[in-house]
């Protein structure tokens, strides 16, 4: 390519990512490719007009990749070739990548291998957005959605002779796996020419997307409908698959959007019966009970329906044959760092907060969030920081709880050198001045003493700090964000807390509800599963136990829903949560027997008293006070406590278990 078009096209790029007029008007780029321009210069640094080689990863690790995807691999080359026979001798290349955009198999007209290899499509080529820029492998990941980019639609100059059309690929969670791409170079294709393609490309996708759905469920009840008969068992019909006890455990896009559904979760851990008007006792009958092609009625709209049932090919491997009612694998677990999307959820109020979060992230202005103890006051702070623009920088969390009284100064404002006996002879910046630039996370800020508020006022209204021991103010740029459980405002009427300070600090309340008080809590409590069980392939829950993580009213919020589930997946048999893995008290409170829910703030953890373990046996009474001392020691840190009694936490929550030592209200790190 002649330097001077790659220099116009870099010029252009440049240009549009700017908003500045281009010097050819006719040149029009649709929205998806000028925002993957504007990606590839402000998110993922790349100069279009850069010549560069492709980046090709190494045998062994591309050989991991594959086997990997080995099922899916199966399933796409028998797919690819037929596709490959409805294109070949039109110059195009076939192709499928990993979710990161590495290329794992290929079909290409022997002929035009050369040319496509200098062009960097290759097996092991990493077509991702970040190294390649705009793309139709790496965009489509990007956008997780089928697009085309065509010629100068391409970011880099190098590129612009490929016209490229890739379509993701999900697995039965609704997860990104791969994509499907057909290439070509120096097209003659017109734009409107990809149309064809992309129909193709799309259809072929969604084919291997449904076979990995039948296959990675083919130890599960699958039942297929469809408005039309003729179409039930084909490609465009919807999948569900069942648990036995008939509730839905995973759902392909086409159920989803036939059922008018809002997005896979409102399926999932739902039994069927509230779904289709089929009684359980039917489903339970299995196939052999129905005609092939049978009707039933969607509840929510009273649309007509044809359904077929596949029978497990297997029977699940499960524990006495409990019934499993969630598997983590078919929810999307979500990455640890939560995004304030991640947190908006279904409820109205949390949906509000995330609102007004974002239209303040990148101002100036002070937020203060309350809510209960492990509601994810944190955690809210930590993804408001995120999203604003001091992201790159640092958050530094304070929590005023837990220092003592006398370090909470030093902690905050640093000191000089000498400024006090045992103090570090190089002096020590203090926590508000690690956080300039970024954004300071003042936890429990009710529990700062009142003197210390006074001078967190000054800091905060001067815009300096004073370490001690020195007198020279040094200036700061922080943001701050506070949480307290407390109602500050009871404790300003008491007098416990400066009121100046509050209306300093409360520049936009945040209320996080309680996790019994949130709409969508059920969402949340399968989403938290899904979290903790990530990367353990065969956890599930039966349908029991969900039930009682249901119906439990959770004083100690999302904190203590997430070490229940950790400890019970810790200690469960085969991966399979049952009842029995859950503290007794919580199916006891969550029945619905129960007598009244669990006071709120009312511990959980050591609540078998110690004549209930095994029968009193001394030996065990006495390492279950031993334990229990350890355990008060770290402050319910299991990790801590697992770390001084040189156990793995495994084995201490096992051996929790059996002293039955409840661990609701326990302490671990941040996620
Ligand atoms: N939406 C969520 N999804 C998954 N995990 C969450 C969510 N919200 C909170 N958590 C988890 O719950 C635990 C408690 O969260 P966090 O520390 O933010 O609560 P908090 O309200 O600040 O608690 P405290 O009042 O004790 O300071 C953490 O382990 C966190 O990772």
């Not at 929790?656 to 209200?665: E, H, T």
Request: with cysteine; glycine share 8%; net charge neutral.
């Amino acid at each position: 390519m002649a330097d001077s078009t790659a220099i116009a096209h870099a010029e252009g790029v440049f240009r549009t990512v700017h908003g500045l007029p281009n010097i050819d008007r006719q040149l029009r780029h649709e929205a998806p490719i000028t925002q993957s321009w504007t990606r590839c210069v402000n998110d993922h640094r790349l100069d279009p007009s850069k010549l560069h080689a492709p980046t090709v990863i190494g045998s062994a690790d591309l050989k991991d990749r594959q086997t990997q995807h080995e099922d899916l691999l199966q399933i796409a080359v028998a797919e690819m070739d037929s596709l490959y026979d409805q294109i070949s001798g039109s110059g195009h290349a076939l192709l499928m990548t990993d979710a990161s955009g590495v290329i794992l198999c290929e079909r290409v007209d022997p002929t035009l291998r050369k040319m496509f290899r200098s062009a960097g499509i290759l097996i092991g080529a990493d077509w991702s957005e970040n190294r390649e820029g705009t793309n139709g492998v790496g965009t489509c990941i990007a956008e997780n959605r089928p697009v085309t980019v065509h010629r100068a639609d391409h970011f880099r100059a190098r590129h612009i002779g490929l016209s490229c059309t890739g379509a993701p690929i999900r697995d039965p969670g609704g997860s990104l796996v791969a994509v499907l791409d057909v290439s070509s170079i120096s097209s003659h294709d017109t734009r409107a020419g990809r149309t064809h393609t992309m129909a193709l490309v799309n259809l072929s996708a969604n084919f291997i997307e449904k076979c990995l759905f039948l296959r990675r469920q083919r130890n599960h009840t699958i039942l297929r409908f469809h408005s039309r008969p003729e179409l039930v068992n084909l490609l465009y019909d919807g999948a569900l698959a069942l648990s036995q006890d008939g509730t839905v455990i995973a759902a392909d896009d086409t159920a989803v959007r036939l059922l008018g559904a809002n997005g896979r979760l409102n399926l999932l851990g739902r039994p069927l019966a509230e779904i289709f008007d089929v009684r359980p006792e039917d489903l339970l009958a299995g196939s052999r009970n129905h005609p092939a092609i049978w009707p039933l009625r969607d509840l929510r709209r009273g649309r007509r329906y044809f359904v077929s049932l596949r029978e497990p090919q297997r029977e699940p491997a499960r524990d006495g044959g409990a019934k499993p009612a969630l598997e983590p694998a078919m929810l999307q677990p979500r990455k640890n760092a939560l995004s304030l999307d991640d947190l908006a959820g279904e409820d109205p109020q949390m949906l509000r907060n995330v609102h007004n979060a974002r239209r303040i992230a990148d101002s100036m202005v002070s937020v203060l969030i309350q809510g209960p103890t492990g509601s994810g006051k944190e955690v809210f702070a930590r993804a408001l920081h995120r999203a604003s623009s001091r992201a790159q920088r640092n958050f530094v969390a304070v929590n005023c709880a837990a220092i003592p009284e006398t370090l909470i100064e030093s902690e905050l404002f640093g000191y000089k050198s000498g400024a006090f006996t045992g103090a570090h002879k190089d002096g020590m910046r203090g926590k508000v001045l690690q956080a300039s630039g970024g954004t300071l996370f003042l936890d429990e800020v009710g529990d700062m003493p009142l003197l210390l508020q006074t001078r967190l006022l000054r800091v905060l209204e001067d815009n300096e700090v004073v370490p001690l021991g020195s007198e020279k103010p040094i200036k700061v740029d922080i943001r701050v964000i506070s949480a307290s459980h407390r109602n500050l405002r009871e404790m300003i009427a008491k007098g416990q807390f400066r009121e100046d300070l509050y209306y300093r600090l409360n520049g936009i309340k945040i209320e996080l509800p309680a996790l019994a008080e949130r709409a969508d809590r059920n969402r949340l409590i399968r989403e938290v599963f899904a979290i903790e069980a990530a990367g353990e392939a065969h956890a599930a829950v039966e349908a029991k136990a969900l039930q009682c993580l249901l119906n439990y009213q959770w004083p100690g919020n999302v904190r203590e829903l997430r070490n229940v589930i950790r400890a019970a997946l810790a200690i469960c048999e085969g991966g399979l949560v049952t009842r029995l893995d859950l503290p007794r008290e919580l199916c006891e409170a969550a029945s619905p027997a129960a007598a009244a829910p669990a006071a709120p703030g009312a511990p959980l953890a050591n609540m078998a008293t110690p004549a209930e373990t095994s029968a009193g046996n001394p030996l065990e009474v006495a390492e279950r006070e031993a334990l229990l001392a350890v355990i008060d020691a770290n402050r319910w840190n299991m990790r801590l406590t697992a770390q001084q009694l040189g156990m793995s936490r495994n084995t201490l929550y096992r051996r929790l278990k059996r002293l039955r030592i409840g661990v609701g209200l326990e302490r671990v790190d941040q996620i």
